[in-house]
């Protein structure tokens, strides 16, 4: 019997992907060790740590915990600022794509990151940060606040002429995917993300009867495993409500490739790894990809097309 070839590849508005499992920003890629470990890795492509215009330490430890279940952090953005990274993706020598993930503090400060990245060419595309949920700064995340964030795209796409996709924070309502989708709708935006972590969770230690995490009184996103069927929901969402031509790349609580496997059926083009990727390493995309090509193989799919989208519903 002559076996088909599994192609996990994928295509982010022409950014081609070998393998549709890449690391999710924030997660061992911020320093220039881990963006190398990255891009010699299986990841399909590698995401940067969320920048500011200058480094920042970012929030007092312990800002990180992890249990069974999932995570919480309220990392506070901490990042070598956007210099470090452009100087990082000129001098790269890789053909792997390489999305540079920027999170200004404010409107302003964006505007002035994505001008420095608007001259920069060593990179395939910036994904907008809009959820951080842990700045002591601001306590607002953009993404939660639609009118300007209608406004500030409407502003961006005036001079900003690169690839840019968003990442968004996780959504609940239909009034509010619909009104999200509506706004990217009108604009040439090359990918959306969802979803960051969930918002303003706390984790207790009974012994202590304490919070585990110091900054924000113990409250910090919550990712990992527990988020995964509000993810799936946030993918399902957009993807029937944003054009067809704006990819989604699924983000929360992947484990196995199975998981890999609901994404793609919902309608991700891709996803991204973060809570696994930390506990597990580099190994983590070897493994994923490994089980998702059983999954493939044993369903007689040869490509994600095959069964991108094709979620049954009653
Ligand atoms: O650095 C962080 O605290 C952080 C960021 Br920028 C983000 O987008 N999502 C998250 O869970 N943590």
């Not at 506070?76 to 001098?91: A, R, T, V």
Request: overall charge positive; glycine content about 8%.
């Amino acid at each position: 019997m002559i076996m088909k070839k599994i192609d996990i590849s994928t295509n982010i508005n022409g950014i081609k992907i070998s393998s549709c499992i890449m690391n999710a920003s924030g997660i061992l890629c911020c320093t220039e060790k881990e963006l190398y470990n990255l891009m010699m890795s299986s990841s399909g492509a590698v995401v940067t740590k969320s920048c500011t215009i200058k480094p920042r330490k970012g929030n007092l430890k312990p800002r990180y915990f992890e249990w069974k279940g999932g995570s919480i952090n309220s990392m506070g953005l901490p990042n070598l600022g956007i210099d470090f990274y452009l100087n990082f993706l000129e001098k790269k020598n890789s053909k792997k794509p390489f999305l540079l993930s920027i999170s200004g503090l404010s409107i302003e400060e964006n505007y002035l990151i994505l001008r420095k990245a608007n001259i920069s060419s060593n990179m395939n595309a910036i994904e907008l940060n809009l959820s951080c949920p842990n700045l002591l700064e601001k306590d607002k995340i953009l993404g939660y606040d639609f009118s300007k964030i209608s406004d500030f795209l409407e502003n961006l796409f005036q001079f900003y002429k690169k690839p840019l996709g968003v990442k968004l924070p996780p959504y609940f309502e239909d009034f509010h995917f619909r009104k999200m989708a509506f706004i990217l709708n009108k604009y040439p935006i090359y990918f959306v993300t969802c979803i960051n972590s969930l918002p303003n969770g706390i984790c207790i230690d009974i012994n202590k009867e304490s919070v585990v995490i110091h900054p924000k009184k113990g409250f910090g996103g919550i990712g990992g495993l527990s988020i995964k069927p509000f993810a799936l929901a946030n993918v399902r969402k957009f993807y029937t409500y944003l054009r067809k031509d704006i990819p989604i790349i699924g983000c929360g609580g992947i484990c196995t490739g199975k998981d890999v496997f609901e994404y793609i059926l919902c309608g991700a083009s891709a996803v991204q790894i973060g809570t696994q990727f930390l506990k597990e390493g580099i190994p983590v995309f070897d493994r994923l990809i490994k089980e998702l090509i059983t999954i493939l193989k044993n369903k007689n799919y040869s490509s994600l097309n095959s069964f991108k989208g094709k979620l049954n519903v009653f």
